[in-house]
């Protein structure tokens, strides 16, 4: 079964990228230093990294029932950052959420990554987690807010190459579905 290539919700639009997106997705949030810091994926140097990822991300939307979505204001139109799901097997995911600085504090996150909650669940998707720095109290609290609940506190365990290129550090993983309820 395969997932939606664009969902609403209030007021945003989350929805299939395309290579046509990698000017605003460089530029708004894949190259910025400040919106980077705690992602597990290197920031973009150049046009070339983000066309990279949008081809990569046409391999996991035809691979898998979906994939990347990108997050757009409903009323401007306005490219905010990116989200989606990450499928390791047909009932297990990961997911997580950028947004660009102007977008920070708005309560977009927690919106879409709601939407993106639903989903998965739509998809049949039983284990749904994410993973966050441990000095990202921002992430955290999105997180929660949308039932995501602490699985467990992993040492060593992840690369955040634009916050310790090289090292391995701490990670959260927050989990929702059954392996949360336990």
Known sequence: MKGPERFETSRLVLRKPTLADAEAVFTRYASDREVTKYLGWPRHQSI?????????????WSRWPVGPYL????????????TGLGFEAPSSAVTGYVLARDAWGN????????????????LGVVRLYA???PDHPTSVRVLEKCGFRLEQRL????????????????????????????
């Open 48 to 60: 070339d990294h983000t066309k990279a990822f949008l081809t990569l991300s046409d391999t996991e």
């Open 71 to 82: 997050i757009e204001s409903r009323s401007e139109h306005k490219l905010l950052g990116g």
């Open 107 to 122: 309560g977009y996150a927690t919106e879409a990554l709601t939407a993106v909650v639903d989903i998965a669940e739509g």
């Open 131 to 133: 993973l966050c720095h």
């Open 155 to 182: 040492e060593q365990f992840a690369e955040f190459p634009n916050l310790n290129p090289g090292h391995r550090e701490a990670c959260l993983r927050y989990v929702r579905g059954k392996a949360a309820s336990g």
